[in-house]
C-alpha cells in the first residue's frame, strides 16, 4: 500500500490567499517587490532539496514587481493579479527564458515570444518568479521523465509530486510560488494535484489559448491554473480564458466570473456517481476520503445519484493510441536542425537527425513516438488510430447523456495517494494507470477541478475529481468549493 509509512520530509506551506495578498499590495501593507524577493529567498532554501524550478526570470519579475508598486504607490488601478507571485510549466514559453518542455533536444532554446496564457498573467498584473520542471514533453505521471531530474513530493519527499506538471502541483504546496501554470494532455493537472493536496483546474478543450505551448498531443492538450484554494484558482482561470485569433481552436463564447461563479452555494444541484471509477484498484483510504466528500455534498443540500460511463474500460488504451499518434507527429519538428541539441555525430543530415533524436529524447518519448508512428502507419491506421477516435466519440456522447441528467460528477482523481519514487518507473503500464480516473475527461473535453478531500492515515493527500459539461467550470468551482469548505 502506498500509505503505509509516515512522510519523511516535508517542505509544505500553504501560501496566503491570492485575494489576501492583493489586498496587501493595494493598500500599500505588502510591496510587491519584498513579496518576490521573498519568494526567490525561499526557492533558494527549498529548491534544492524539491528540483521544482528549472530556471528563474529574477529580473523580469523585479521589473514587474517595481512597476506594480509604483502604480500603487500613486493610486493608479491595479491588475487583478497584482504582485502575484506565479510559477509556469517549462513546455510555456516564455520570452527570452529557456524553454526545455523537460527535455534535452530544448537544450538552450530561448524563445522570442511568450505564450498567450504568460501575457495574460503579467497584464493582470502577476510577478513570474520562473519555469518549473515537468515530465519531458508531458509525458508521463510521476514527473520521473524530466531530463533534468525529477521533482519530489513537498509532502514527503520519497514520493512522486504525480506528472506531468508535478513542479507546478509541488511549488504551490511548498509556497513556492502562490499560483502556477500546468498543462493537462491526460491528467497532468488533476493528478499532480491530488497527489499533492492542491486545486487544479481542467478546462474544457478551447477555453485557453494553447499558443505558446510546446505541443504533445493538439486534440487533447490543455492549459490550466494550480492554486491553494479554488477561488484563487478560478480566479485565474478567469485571467487566462478566452478567444486568442492566434489559436483557431480557442472557444469564442464570453468568459464568466469564475471567481463569482465559485462564490454561488451548491443546494439542489445534482451530483453523479459514476460506479465505473469506484471499482477493482482503488485504494481503500482514497475511497473512503472520496465517499466522505460525497457525504458532505448531500449535507450540503446537493442530490446523489447513480451515473453509467461504461465505455471508461476501454479509455486508457484509447488515450494511448490518440495521444500518441499526435505526439509522432507533433515531436517529428525536433530535429536538431535549427534549434536545441544537435549531436556531434553529424556526419550527413540523416545521421543527425538520427543522433540528435537518439540522444536528446528520454526512453519515455522514445515509447510514445514508436507507438503512435505504428498506429498512424499503412495497414494499422483503421485498426488503431482510427478505432480509438470511434471510442472516443461514443465516450463523449456518455459524458453528454450523463450531464443531461445530473449537474456534476465526482469520482477520485486517481486511484492511489502519490507513490514513492523508482516504485513504477519499471512498468510504463502500472504507470499508464495512475491516469485511469483522469483521461476519460480529457478525451471528452469536458472540464474538471481536483480539490484536496481528505488524508491517509500516512498523511498524504486524497484529491476528489469534480467534472462538469463543456464551458460549464463554474459549476465545477461550485462543487469544490463545497468539499473545499467541508474540510475546513
Same mark, same amino acid.
Given at each position: 500500500m502506498?500509505?503505509e509509512?509516515k ?8 501560501p496566503?490567499s491570492?485575494v ?7 493598500s500599500?501593507?505588502?510591496?510587491a517587490a519584498?513579496?518576490?524577493?521573498g519568494?526567490?529567498?525561499? #526557492?533558494?532554501?527549498?529548491?534544492p532539496?524539491? @528540483?521544482?524550478y ?8 523585479m ?6 508598486d509604483a ?6 488601478p *491595479?491588475g ?5 507571485p506565479?510559477?509556469i510549466?517549462d513546455?510555456l514559453?516564455?520570452k ?6 523537460? /527535455?534535452?533536444? *530544448? ?7 511568450d ?8 497584464a493582470?498584473g502577476?510577478?513570474l *518568479?520562473g519555469?518549473? @520542471?515537468?515530465?519531458?514533453f508531458?509525458?508521463? /505521471? ?5 531530463a ?5 513530493n ?13 513542479g ?6 511548498a +509556497?513556492?510560488?502562490?499560483a502556477t ?7 497532468? #493537472?488533476r493528478q499532480?494535484? /491530488? ?9 474544457t478543450?478551447?477555453r ?10 493538439s ?7 494550480f492554486?491553494? +484554494?479554488?477561488r484563487d ?5 478567469? #485571467? $487566462? ?5 492566434k489559436?483557431a ?6 468568459v464568466?466570473?469564475y471567481?463569482?461563479? /465559485?462564490?454561488?452555494?451548491?443546494e439542489?444541484?445534482r451530483?453523479g456517481?459514476?460506479?465505473e471509477?469506484?471499482?477493482?484498484g &482503488?485504494?481503500?483510504?482514497?475511497r473512503?476520503?472520496?465517499?466522505r466528500?460525497?457525504?458532505?455534498l448531500k449535507s ?12 471508461t474500460?476501454y479509455a486508457i488504451?484509447?488515450?494511448?493510441? $490518440? ?6 507527429? @507533433?515531436l517529428?519538428r525536433?530535429?536538431g536542425?535549427r534549434?536545441?541539441?544537435r549531436?556531434?555525430?553529424?556526419e550527413? &543530415? ?9 540522444e536528446?529524447?528520454?526512453a519515455?518519448?522514445?515509447r510514445?513516438?514508436?507507438l ?7 495497414g ?9 477516435q470511434?471510442?472516443r ?19 477520485p ?5 502519490a507513490?514513492? &519514487?523508482?516504485?513504477?518507473t519499471?512498468?510504463p503500464l502500472?504507470?499508464?494507470?495512475a491516469?485511469?480516473?483522469t483521461?476519460?475527461?480529457s478525451?471528452a473535453g469536458?472540464?474538471g477541478? @481536483? $480539490? ?6 500516512a ?6 475529481q ?5 464551458? +460549464? ?5 461550485? $462543487?469544490?468549493?463545497?468539499?473545499e469548505?467541508a474540510?475546513?
Open positions: 502506498s500509505s509509512t512522510p519523511t520530509q516535508t517542505y509544505v506551506e500553504k496566503k491570492l489576501e495578498l492583493r489586498a496587501g499590495i493595494t500599500g501593507a505588502v510591496k519584498d513579496l518576490a524577493a519568494y526567490y529567498d525561499r #526557492i533558494a532554501a527549498v529548491n532539496h524539491l @528540483n521544482v528549472l530556471s528563474l526570470t529574477k529580473e523580469r519579475a521589473e514587474q514587481a517595481a512597476h506594480v502604480a500603487a504607490a500613486k493610486g493608479d *491595479l487583478p493579479l497584482a504582485g502575484i506565479v510559477g510549466k513546455v514559453v516564455m527570452d527564458a529557456p524553454s526545455t518542455a523537460g /527535455s534535452k533536444i *530544448l537544450e538552450g532554446y530561448r524563445p522570442p515570444y505564450a498567450t496564457s504568460v501575457a495574460r498573467l503579467e493582470a502577476a510577478v *518568479l519555469k518549473v @520542471n515537468c515530465d519531458e508531458a509525458m508521463g /505521471s510521476s514527473n520521473e521523465n524530466s533534468y531530474g525529477a521533482v519530489r513537498p509532502v514527503d519527499t520519497e514520493r512522486v509530486p504525480g506528472g506531468s506538471s508535478g507546478s502541483a509541488a511549488a504551490v504546496a +509556497n513556492l510560488a502562490v501554470l500546468g498543462t493537462d494532455t491526460g491528467g497532468s #493537472i499532480p494535484a /491530488s497527489f499533492c493536496g492542491v486545486v487544479g483546474v481542467l478546462p478543450y478551447g485557453v489559448s494553447r499558443y505558446g505551448l510546446i505541443a504533445f498531443a486534440s487533447l492538450d490543455r492549459v490550466g491554473p492554486a491553494a +484554494n479554488v484558482a478560478a480566479t485565474l482561470l478567469g #485571467i $487566462v480564458a478566452g478567444h486568442d485569433p489559436d481552436t480557442s472557444s469564442p463564447a464570453p464568466p466570473d471567481a463569482a461563479e /465559485s462564490d454561488k452555494p451548491v439542489g444541484l451530483i456517481i459514476p460506479a471509477y469506484f471499482g477493482e &482503488l485504494d481503500p483510504e482514497v473512503a476520503a472520496v465517499e466528500g460525497i457525504e458532505d450540503a443540500g446537493c442530490s446523489v445519484k447513480p451515473v453509467s460511463l461504461p465505455h474500460r488504451p484509447t488515450y494511448y493510441l $490518440v495521444a500518441t499518434a499526435e505526439a509522432s507527429a @507533433n517529428a525536433f530535429d536542425v534549434y536545441g541539441y549531436s556531434p555525430a553529424s550527413s &543530415l540523416a545521421a543527425m537527425y538520427r543522433h540528435s533524436r537518439d536528446a529524447f528520454g519515455e518519448v522514445k510514445r513516438i514508436l503512435g508512428t505504428y498506429a498512424l502507419s499503412a494499422y491506421y483503421d485498426a488503431y488510430y482510427l478505432k480509438a470511434q471510442v466519440r461514443l465516450l463523449a456522447e456518455e459524458f453528454l447523456r450523463a450531464f443531461a441528467d445530473v449537474d456534476a460528477i465526482v469520482t482523481t486517481a486511484p492511489m495517494p507513490f514513492k &519514487l523508482d516504485e513504477k519499471g512498468d502500472a504507470m499508464y494507470l491516469d485511469i480516473y483521461v476519460t475527461a478525451l469536458i472540464c477541478v @481536483n $480539490v484536496p478531500c481528505g488524508t491517509t492515515a498523511g498524504l493527500p486524497v484529491g476528489m469534480v467534472l462538469a459539461a463543456h464551458l +460549464n467550470e463554474g459549476t465545477a468551482f461550485r $462543487v469544490a468549493r463545497a468539499v469548505a474540510q475546513g
